[in-house]
């Protein structure tokens, strides 16, 4: 049996003292994220990263480096998800955003804290999103060009 993870890509998105999650419904109930989603054919993983951004934040943002890779199996779906993680470092405030999302599954955009993000819990749509959070605040930077896209 072939194994296949489902990749993804992930933003932590920070401006000042606030974080980027986006609220989604997942199994109906309500999840929080950072800006997600799959790597659609034809994208580089920096390309889908850029894309998820857009589409459920409404802000065109090139990260800044990225964060690593995350595996994960849900035990919900019994699915294992490969996660290259981002980071963007604002240095204005963004403005007005909305999800441009054309899946319609993102509901709204919220910047918090990481004492609100902390306290959102179980409703962290899965332990993946703290780990990442924990990585960006332990001063964990990649450069972009440790990605590699050799298609």
């Avoid at 699915?79 to 441009?100: D, K, M, S």
């Avoid at 899946?103 to 306290?119: G, P, Q, S, V």
Wanted: charged share 30%; aromatic share 12%.
């Amino acid at each position: 049996m072939t194994f296949r993870p489902n990749i993804t890509v992930a933003a932590v998105i920070r401006f000042e003292d606030r974080f980027l999650l986006v609220e989604e419904l997942d199994r109906r109930r309500h999840v929080f994220n950072q800006p997600a989603g799959h790597l659609e054919a034809g994208e580089s993983i920096y390309q889908a990263a850029c894309r998820e951004i857009r589409e459920e934040t409404g802000l065109t943002l090139a990260p800044d480096g990225w964060l690593g890779t995350y595996m994960y199996t849900s035990p919900y779906r019994k699915l294992t998800y490969l996660r290259f993680c981002f980071y963007c470092e604002l240095t204005e405030a963004p403005g007005e955003h909305y999800p441009q999302d054309p899946d319609n599954d993102i509901l709204a955009c919220h910047w918090k804290t990481m004492d609100e993000i902390r306290a959102l819990g179980k409703q962290l749509r899965s332990p993946l999103v703290m780990e990442c959070f924990d990585d960006y605040l332990a001063g964990v930077r990649l450069p972009l060009s440790t990605l590699k896209d050799r298609r």
